[in-house]
């Protein structure tokens, strides 16, 4: 979890820098840490987390969860 954390204070610099190339990088690494941190907790992979995502984005769009 610290590493999501630190990918996350990583991009906050980038957006504070208003640098763009570091901020794609940085999303990019926090995608990786979270990939990583969910694999090796619970073996979920990002295509699951996708999925669980887009549900949760169309309850939201229906106006519910």
């Known amino acids: 979890f610290s590493k999501i954390k630190e990918e996350f204070e990583e991009l906050e610099d980038a957006v ?3 640098d763009p190339v570091m901020i794609l990088c940085e999303c990019s690494d926090l ?6 941190y969910t694999k090796d907790n619970w073996n979920i992979n990002m295509e699951d987390l996708i999925k669980f995502n887009n549900k949760t984005e169309n309850a939201f769009k229906k106006g519910r969860r």
């Not at 995608?31 to 990583?36: D, M, S, V």
């Open 31 to 36: 995608i990786g840490a979270i990939k990583h």
């Open 16 to 18: 504070k820098q208003q």
